[in-house]
């Protein structure tokens, strides 16, 4: 089971700051975007354009199960992963941290010529429309949520352990 799970959109910087929160509780880190890429033999990009979201959402489900049974470090999940109800289902007993990113900061973060399949056509605007669409989902699903905005990920990394280990301070 993973000491923590992180969830956010994308540019909400899960894997830069799992990273840093990793090495802080002297744990490994895990991404499910990367075991997905492992799985398929390709770029997460190229999943969505040859088979289609569908297929990606299934196989990042999976990926989803795999890490929250068998990891036991930190864990970032692929922004979308919480659209799926059974991985909903799966988070309920976990650590789960929200990395909440205001729009401006997550399309510097994203950067809008970046290969995010789903922020192809007017990206900002479908960023948008993706982190108000999930938001509830997120704070529904998280035990604490921490702003990122204006933070460096060690900065991010240093406030999780804080909150979740206020008698190491």
Known sequence: MP????????????????EFLAER???????????VE?????????????????????LEAAAVAKALAEHEGVLALGGGSILDAATRELLAGHTVVYLKVGLDQAVKRVGLASAR????LN?????????????????????LTVATDDL???VVADQIKAELQPEAE
């Open 3 to 18: 000491v923590v799970v992180l969830i956010g959109p994308p540019g909400s910087g899960k894997s830069t700051t799992g």
């Open 25 to 35: 509780l002297g744990v490994g880190f895990r991404d499910t975007d990367a075991d």
């Open 38 to 58: 492992q799985v398929a033999g390709k770029p997460i990009g190229d999943i969505f354009v040859e088979d289609g979201e569908e297929a990606f959402r299934a």
């Open 117 to 120: 399949p789903l922020l192809v």
């Open 123 to 143: 990206p900002r605007s479908q960023l948008r429309k993706l982190m108000e669409e999930r938001r509830p989902l997120y704070e529904g699903l998280a035990v």
């Open 152 to 154: 460096e990920a060690d």
